[in-house]
C-alpha cells in the first residue's frame, strides 16, 4: 500500500504506548506532581486493547508496595485487590506424588504473606479510572503501530494503526488512516517483547554490553470453584513434573475472591526439545494428584497466554534515548524466583515520571534523560533485582535438581551477606538460540483432554474471547516464506505448531506436500512465536486496533 500522504496530528507533551502499570503509573504520577506544581502536562496513553486491562494477563501475587507509594489509600478508593496471602506453599512434583518444601528453606524474599492475590487486569481498568479523574487522556483500540523520529533520529512520537486495510494490503471503503501523536517525551511500556520497543533496542543499539533478555511463556487459566473447595489467600507453587530436569518452569495457583482460581504454568523460552508443548504440559500438570483434587467439581471459565521477561538485572537494556523511555517489561523488571514485576512495573512508571516532570519543567524536550536509569539503580527495583540475578543461569546451568538449592544459597547469601560467590553469572545464547535437532530428541506423546480438567487449544482460545477483523493483513509475517517448511520442518519439525499456546501456526499435508498454514485471527499475542523461532524468521506486529483477547478477571 502506498504511504499515507496526510495525516491527523495531535500535540502533547507527554504519549505513553501501553496501559499495563508501568504506563499507567508513569500517567498518574505526571499529573500528580503537575497538580502539587500547578502546573499543566497533557498526558495521552494509547493501548491496543479494545479497553484498558483487554491485554493484561497476570499471576497474579502483587506485591503492594508500588501501589502503597503511587496511591497511598488505594483500598479505600476501591482498588479491586482484596484477597490477601495467608498460606503459601512450594512443592517438588513427582509423576506420581509430591514433596511439600519447608518454607523455611527460602530467603524472607520469597515470602507472600502481606502480598494479594486477584485480577491484573481489574487492576489496570481501575487505575485508569484514577488517571482519567487527573486529566489523563486514554485510547483504548489505538495500538501504536510506527515510530515518529525527528531531523536528529530523536523519537518525536508515534503513528497509530491504520484501520480498514484489506488482507491485500489496499484500503477497502472503511479505511481510515492511523493519528500521529507527537511528544515531548514519548514512554514505552508495551510489556515483554514489545513490538515498538524491539525496533527502539534495535536502532538506538540498546542491548550493547548487556546480556541477552530472557523469557518464559506463561499459560494460565481461571477457574470457578464451589466453595467447599476455594481456600482464599492460598497461594500454590510448584516444580519439577511434567517437565525434565533440563527444562525450567512451573505451576501457579491463587484461590481469591468469592470463588476464583487462577492456575497457571509457566516454561523458560531456552528450552532444547523442539517437540515440546507447553501449552500441553500445562494440561498434563493439572491432573497430577497434588492438583487435580483442588479443581474437580469447578469450571474453567477464563484461558490466556502471555510472554514473560527472565533475563533480570543482566539483560535490562538501556533504559534511555532521544526523545524517550523504557518502562515496566518492555526494560525487564521481573523478579523470577518471586515471579512478580507488577511492583517493579509500576515504580519504573513512577521514575520516569520523575525524570520526565523534571525535565519537562526546565524547558527540555526530544533529547536524552539519561537520569532515569540512575534513579532506577539507586531504587528499591534493583534492590529487589540483585539479590536473585544468579538463580535463571543458574537453573539453565544446572537444571531444576541441582539449580533449585543452588539458587535458594544464592539468594541467602544475598540476603545475609549482600555478595554472591558466583558474582553476576552470565546468560548465554538466546532463548532461539537453544533447540536441539528433531533428529537428536525424543517425540512427546501427550494424553488426549478430558474436556474436565484438561482441554484442547481450540476450546482454550474460545475462553480468551479473542476476535481479529479477518479481511486485515496477517499480523504475523515471515521474513522468508520457504523458512518453515524448507529449514524449520526438516531441522526442529516446526516447532511453531507445538509453542503457540493458540494453534496459530500448522503444518498442512497437501496434495503437493507440508505447507505453513497461519491462522492468525486465533493469536492472543503471546509474542512466543517472535521470541521462540529458531530462524527469527517470524515477526509480530500489530493488528488493526482492538484486536487479540479479551481477559476479564484475569
Not at 31 to 50: D, H, N, R, T, Y
Not at 280 to 298: A, C, N, S, W, Y
Request: charged letters at 20%.
Amino acid at each position: 500500500m502506498a504511504e499515507v500522504a496526510e495525516r491527523e496530528s495531535m500535540e502533547y507533551d507527554v504519549v505513553i504506548v501501553g496501559a499495563g502499570p508501568a504506563g499507567l503509573a508513569a500517567a498518574i504520577r505526571l499529573k500528580q506532581l503537575a497538580a502539587a506544581a500547578g502546573s499543566e502536562i497533557s498526558v495521552c496513553l494509547i493501548e491496543k486493547g479494545s479497553e484498558v486491562g483487554a491485554h493484561i494477563l497476570s499471576g497474579v501475587v502483587i506485591d503492594p508496595v508500588g501501589l502503597d507509594e503511587l496511591i497511598p489509600d488505594w483500598k479505600e478508593q476501591g482498588c479491586p485487590l482484596e484477597t490477601q496471602v495467608n498460606d503459601d506453599r512450594f512443592y517438588f512434583l513427582g509423576p506420581a506424588g509430591s514433596i511439600r518444601l519447608p518454607n523455611m528453606l527460602f530467603p524472607p524474599l520469597m515470602n507472600n504473606h502481606g502480598n494479594y492475590t486477584g485480577s491484573l487486569s481489574n487492576v489496570c481498568k481501575w487505575l485508569a479510572t484514577q488517571a482519567e479523574a487527573l486529566g489523563v487522556e486514554i485510547y483504548p483500540g489505538f495500538p501504536a503501530a510506527q515510530i515518529l523520529y525527528g531531523d536528529n533520529m530523536e523519537v518525536t512520537g508515534v503513528i497509530t494503526g491504520d484501520l480498514g486495510i484489506g488482507r491485500d494490503g489496499q484500503p477497502k471503503d472503511s479505511f481510515t488512516p492511523g493519528m500521529e501523536l507527537r511528544a515531548k517525551y514519548t514512554l514505552f511500556a508495551e510489556g515483554a517483547r514489545g513490538h515498538l520497543t524491539k525496533r527502539l533496542i534495535h536502532h538506538y543499539k540498546l542491548t550493547e554490553g548487556r546480556d541477552p533478555q530472557k523469557y518464559g511463556i506463561g499459560i494460565k487459566e481461571l477457574w470457578e470453584l464451589p466453595k467447599d473447595k476455594h481456600k482464599p489467600g492460598l497461594v500454590v507453587h510448584a516444580l519439577g513434573w511434567p517437565l525434565d530436569n533440563s527444562t525450567g518452569g512451573g505451576l501457579f495457583m491463587y484461590h481469591w475472591g468469592e470463588n476464583f482460581c487462577s492456575i497457571g504454568f509457566v516454561v523458560h523460552l531456552n528450552y532444547q526439545n523442539p517437540y515440546i508443548s507447553p501449552f500441553d504440559e500445562m494440561q498434563r500438570v493439572k491432573t497430577h494428584p497434588r492438583i487435580r483434587p483442588f479443581l474437580e467439581g469447578g469450571k474453567r471459565i477464563g484461558y490466556g497466554a502471555r510472554a514473560i521477561t527472565e533475563g533480570g538485572l543482566q539483560s535490562v537494556p538501556k533504559l534511555s534515548f532521544p526523545g524517550g523511555l523504557l518502562l515496566g517489561c518492555a526494560a525487564g523488571f521481573v523478579n523470577v524466583p518471586r515471579i512478580k514485576g507488577s511492583h517493579n512495573a509500576m515504580k519504573s512508571g513512577m521514575l520516569a515520571a520523575d525524570s520526565v516532570f523534571d525535565a519537562l519543567t526546565a524547558g527540555r524536550s526530544h533529547d536524552e534523560i539519561s537520569d532515569y536509569e540512575t534513579r532506577v539503580k539507586d531504587s528499591h527495583i534493583w534492590k529487589d533485582l540483585k539479590p536473585v540475578r544468579n538463580v535463571k543461569p543458574l537453573l539453565s546451568r544446572f537444571g531444576t535438581l541441582l539449580g533449585t538449592p543452588l539458587g535458594a544459597l544464592d539468594m541467602w547469601l544475598n540476603q545475609l551477606f549482600g555478595f554472591s560467590p558466583f558474582g553476576t553469572l552470565k546468560h548465554g545464547k538466546a532463548d532461539y538460540q537453544t533447540l536441539k535437532l528433531a533428529s537428536d530428541c525424543k517425540p512427546i506423546a501427550y494424553p488426549k483432554p478430558d474436556g474436565v480438567i484438561s482441554f484442547d487449544k481450540l476450546s482454550s482460545v474460545f475462553l480468551s474471547n479473542t476476535n481479529h477483523e479477518e479481511d486485515q493483513p496477517v499480523h504475523l509475517r515471515l521474513k522468508d516464506p520457504q523458512i518453515p517448511i524448507g529449514q524449520n520442518l526438516p531441522k526442529y519439525s516446526e516447532p511453531a505448531q507445538r509453542y503457540c499456546p493458540a494453534g496459530v501456526y500448522e503444518v498442512v499435508q497437501d496434495a503437493t506436500g507440508p505447507r505453513f498454514q497461519i491462522n492468525a485471527q486465533n493469536c492472543v499475542h503471546c509474542k512466543t512465536c517472535d521470541i521462540k523461532d529458531p530462524a527469527q524468521n517470524i515477526e509480530w506486529v500489530t493488528p488493526e486496533g482492538g484486536g487479540g483477547p479479551n481477559y476479564p478477571n484475569m
